[in-house]
């Protein structure tokens, strides 16, 4: 099959390969909920699909996409270094060189040395190897409902039994503690044996769970007390995400470590990094013996590194990370108005442009309500991806692309691009308005879905 022909694919033919090449239960999954469009162009918040309707993406690649779908001038940068060598590890290049200059002059504190790889999971992975050597201890903090990814060191420090239980043993000297408990953190500290804490300011995957107010501060201040690194997994809060330039700095906490991603590719190119202190740096890999002990072979290549340096001067330039501060001040001002209003959202949360909105779970006694004709598949969804309902409305009705987090599925994630205008924060308070005022309660919410489910399982 050639490259043509494989954008000329009618919808029925890439389920057919998606089913028969790749995840055939994910399929299913998606096309139950009519999450299976084909969406042939994109730009910025837009996309859109063969019939050319216009779908908001309040998704945002769950972060990846802080610049927006195919930014311009991130393409305009990429052809500007397309004649020179991409992957030339005998060799230096001035890109990668330029990018470590400008993320240290933008990070927290004394954070000078970068390491380029190709995603956050990667980033985290070398974090903790970073950890390990610069310390010479193993054990690793980390926290209830996190999500650092699912490459075996990085889910040995993800805090959902679901992705970790199939795959045990994993990494043996790890120990999670509740989000924001302090108390929990000192007692896993004073032991004395732990290389790194590793938490995320904003827990995204946990159903954005914002910390009490100074907590990263005074956890900051414990991990140095007892010896141990302090990681900040910025991969998904970085980049003017949650207002700051980095979430961190919102408390003024210089993390030992920091890890990027996501954003950090502008939205087309794989790319994540993670920088620490010069001290950090010499003590694990400040040797020539040393200098190799961890490597990527595409981290750090031209055309990755050539997006990363655009995306950082487009989100300085247009002062992005304000933007993101003053439209997501007024968006949250604006859901909270609906919870406020509308019983079956629970709650709304976040900052900046990262928000998740919580709804509540069906009532004890309703528990067992089920709809046989559809294999009970929509009860399913409704008790443990309440947010997924909500979301399939959001898609199906309004055209707005949306999607629940992984370890609190009843809570959907609002990510849009930080270019989003108010009229598009607007569209999407109107939509939400209106499932809100249509639904009173659970089992509103799951008829409705299961009328979707059943016309889907037609299909």
Same mark, same amino acid.
């Given at each position: 099959?050639g490259?043509?022909q494989a954008?000329a694919l009618?919808?029925?033919q890439?389920?057919?390969?998606?089913?028969?090449?790749?995840?055939a239960?994910?399929v299913?999954?998606?096309?139950l909920?009519n999450f299976d469009?084909p969406?042939?162009?994109?730009s910025?918040?837009?996309v859109?699909?063969?019939?050319?309707?216009?779908?908001?993406?309040?998704?945002?690649g769950y972060?990846?996409?802080?610049?927006?779908?195919?930014?311009?001038?991130i393409?305009?940068?990429?052809?500007?270094v &397309?004649?020179l060598?991409n992957?030339l590890?005998?060799?230096?290049?001035g890109i990668s060189?330029a990018? +470590?200059?400008?993320?240290? #002059?933008?990070?927290p504190g004394h954070l000078k040395r970068?390491?380029?790889?190709?995603?956050?999971?990667e980033a985290?992975e070398?974090?903790?190897?970073? =950890?390990?050597? /610069?310390?010479g201890?193993?054990?690793?903090i980390?926290?209830h #409902?996190?999500f650092?990814g *699912?490459?075996?060191g990085?889910l040995s420090?993800?805090g959902r039994?679901?992705?970790?239980?199939?795959?045990?043993?994993?990494l043996s000297q790890?120990?999670?503690v509740?989000y924001g408990?302090?108390a929990?953190?000192?007692?896993?500290?004073a032991?004395g044996d732990?290389?790194a804490?590793?938490i995320e300011? $904003? &827990?995204?995957?946990?159903?954005i769970?914002?910390?009490?107010?100074?907590?990263?501060a005074?956890?900051?201040?414990k991990c140095?007390?007892?010896?141990?690194l302090?990681i900040? @997994?910025e991969?998904?809060?970085?980049f003017?995400?949650t207002? @700051?330039?980095? +979430?961190?700095? /919102?408390?003024d906490?210089?993390?030992?470590i920091l890890?990027i991603?996501k954003?950090l590719?502008?939205g087309?190119?794989?790319m994540?990094?993670?920088?620490?202190s010069?001290?950090?740096w010499?003590?694990a890999?400040?040797?020539m013996?040393?200098?190799?002990l961890?490597?990527?072979?595409?981290?750090?290549?031209t /055309?990755a590194c050539? /997006?990363?340096l655009?995306?950082i001067? $487009?989100i300085?330039?247009?002062n992005l990370?304000?933007q +993101? !501060?003053?439209k997501g001040a007024?968006?949250?001002?604006e859901? !909270?108005?609906l919870?406020?209003?509308?019983?079956?959202?629970k @709650?709304?949360?976040?900052?900046?442009l990262?928000i998740g909105?919580e709804?509540?779970?069906?009532?004890?006694?309703?528990? !067992?309500?089920?709809?046989?004709?559809t294999?009970?598949?929509?009860?399913k969804l409704?008790q443990?991806?309440?947010?997924?309902l909500v979301?399939?409305?959001?898609l199906n009705?309004?055209?707005?692309?949306?999607a629940?987090?992984l370890?609190n599925?009843?809570? $959907?994630?609002?990510e849009?691009?930080l270019?989003?205008?108010q009229?598009q924060l @607007?569209?999407?308070l109107?939509?939400? *308005?209106?499932?809100? =005022?249509?639904h009173?309660?659970?089992l509103?919410?799951v008829g409705?879905?299961?009328k979707?489910?059943?016309?889907?399982?037609? *299909?």
């Open positions: 099959m490259f043509e954008l009618p919808k029925e890439i389920k057919e390969l998606h089913s028969k090449y790749l995840n239960s994910l299913t999954l998606l096309s909920i469009t969406f042939v162009s994109a910025g918040v837009s859109y699909d063969a019939a050319g309707n216009e779908y908001l993406d309040f998704l945002g972060g990846a996409l802080n610049l927006g779908h195919n930014h311009p001038e393409y305009a940068a990429l052809q500007k &397309q004649s060598p992957i590890q005998a060799s230096i290049s060189a990018l +470590a200059h400008n993320l240290a #002059h933008l990070a970068s390491f380029f790889c190709n995603s956050g999971a985290v070398g974090a903790l190897k970073l =950890s390990r050597i /610069a310390t201890r193993q054990k690793f980390y926290c #409902h996190s650092h *699912k490459t075996f990085a420090v993800t039994e679901k992705y970790q239980a199939p795959f045990h043993p994993l790890t120990m999670s509740p408990d302090l929990a953190l000192e007692q896993a500290l032991s732990a290389a804490f590793i300011p $904003i &827990q995204g995957e946990g159903g769970v914002v910390p009490p107010p100074g907590y990263l005074k956890a900051k201040r140095a007390q007892y010896g141990t302090f900040a @997994d991969v998904q809060t970085g003017g995400r207002g @700051d330039f980095f +979430a961190c700095q /919102a408390e906490v210089v993390p030992d890890c991603a954003s590719g502008g087309v190119m794989p994540g990094a993670y920088l620490t010069d001290e950090i010499r003590k890999y400040g040797t013996e040393k200098s190799l961890h490597t990527s072979t595409f981290g750090g290549n /055309a050539a /997006a990363a655009k995306t001067e $487009i300085v330039d247009q990370v304000q +993101a !501060k003053t007024y968006f949250l001002e859901l !909270k108005k919870k406020d209003e509308y019983p079956l959202l @709650d709304v949360r976040g900052r900046g990262m909105l709804f509540q779970q069906p009532p004890t006694g309703e528990k !067992k309500y089920s709809f046989t004709f294999m009970n598949v929509v009860n409704a443990e991806y309440m947010g997924s979301a399939g409305e959001l009705k309004h055209r707005i692309i949306t629940y987090t370890n599925p009843n809570v $959907i994630r609002l849009p691009p270019t989003v205008t009229e @607007d569209r999407v109107t939509a939400l *308005k209106s499932i809100l =005022s249509s009173s309660g659970f509103s919410m409705s879905s299961a979707n489910v059943l016309l889907n399982m037609k *299909k």
